[in-house]
């Protein structure tokens, strides 16, 4: 089992930046942690993931260049630092985490089977 709690959401300007923290309980080892995003109206969409080992990272191409994704194993927890932030960023962000599969695409949301409750950004312009 793997509990997940995410943090750091809140409301900042266009250009700005934020740290958002994914608290991480229960196994570790061989977990896949990801950050989706959900805005209004929209699909769920993949932003970013790695594996707890830090040797597979991924981006969504819409936010190459602009976040990073990062775990601490000693913290327990994987951050995504988002900078220069833009008004379409505003969604919901959600931590998901699954059991390392190099068969699963790591995009599709329904190949997760934890997720955090979600912490919200909304960037005005």
């Known amino acids: 089992q793997v509990q997940l709690v995410e943090s750091g959401g809140g409301l900042v300007q266009a250009g700005g930046s934020l740290r958002l923290s994914c608290a991480v309980s229960?196994?570790?080892?061989?977990?896949?942690a990801t950050w989706f995003r959900q805005a209004p109206g929209k699909e769920r969409e993949f932003v970013a993931g790695?594996?707890?080992?830090?040797?597979?990272?991924y981006y969504a191409d819409s936010v190459k260049g602009r976040f990073t994704i990062s775990r601490d194993n000693a913290a327990n927890a994987v951050y995504l630092q988002i900078n220069s932030l833009k008004p379409e960023d505003t969604a919901v962000y959600y931590c998901?985490?699954?059991?390392?599969?190099?068969?699963?695409?790591?995009?599709?949301?329904?190949?997760?089977?934890?997720w955090g409750r979600g912490t919200q950004v909304t960037v005005s312009s």
């Open positions: 998901a985490a699954r059991y390392w599969s190099a068969g699963l695409y790591y995009g599709d949301s329904n190949n997760y089977n934890y």
């Open positions: 790695i594996r707890w080992s830090g040797d597979y990272i």
């Open positions: 229960g196994r570790t080892f061989s977990t896949f």
